[in-house]
């Protein structure tokens, strides 16, 4: 399986979730096994946005004929799960996970008995008491933040320079 966290509302999850399918496959194949060995495969995005605008927790996604409704059978699944969802069956744990991942700051994690919620505000506990991870997670910080003001004056350069263009025409 192939699980990502998705933070940015991008037009090509599908072909994105495609990518990581194709990918799985190809090690599996490179490992020595033969098409009929492949094994099931899961791209799983949780997505802090809702990636299909219907206000689902879950969508589901399988290969299907379009004409008959019978499934391919590749055992190729891609699931989107939605923090902000509101709409579908899911069960208490899983809507509860997502709520967490949608805001865990303001998570009443005390009372959750979901484990893994507890496993993660562990992890991210011990993480920043790590020196060495705090301050390489700073460094980053740093560095994202340099090449999005870097971005932005060369969109303003180029904008600049277009609509002198548009100005002498």
């Given amino acids: 399986a192939e699980i990502e966290m998705q933070v940015y509302h991008g037009d090509h999850l599908g072909k ?3 990518y990581y399918c194709a990918n799985m496959d190809v090690d599996m194949l490179m490992s020595g096994a033969d098409y009929k060995d492949l ?24 290969n299907v004929c379009r004409e008959t409704g019978e499934e391919l ?26 709520q ?20 993660i505000e562990t992890a991210v506990e011990e993480a920043n008491q790590d020196e060495e991870w705090r ?9 994202q933040r340099e090449a999005e003001l870097l ?19």
């Fill in 16 to 18: 994105r979730s495609r």
């Fill in 73 to 98: 059978q590749d055992e190729a699944y891609k699931l989107f799960f939605n923090t902000t969802g509101t709409e579908g069956e899911i069960s208490p744990s899983l809507r509860e996970m997502l």
């Fill in 39 to 62: 094994k099931k495969s899961y791209v799983i995005f949780i997505c802090t946005f809702d990636p299909f605008g219907q206000s689902r927790y879950q969508y589901s996604f399988r």
């Fill in 100 to 119: 967490y991942i949608n805001n865990p700051g303001a998570y009443p994690v005390q009372k959750s008995k979901v484990e893994l919620i507890h496993q």
């Fill in 135 to 143: 301050r390489m997670y700073m460094t980053w910080q740093i560095r």
């Fill in 151 to 169: 971005g932005e004056k060369r969109g303003i350069a180029i904008g600049e320079e277009r609509g002198i263009a548009i100005g002498e025409e």
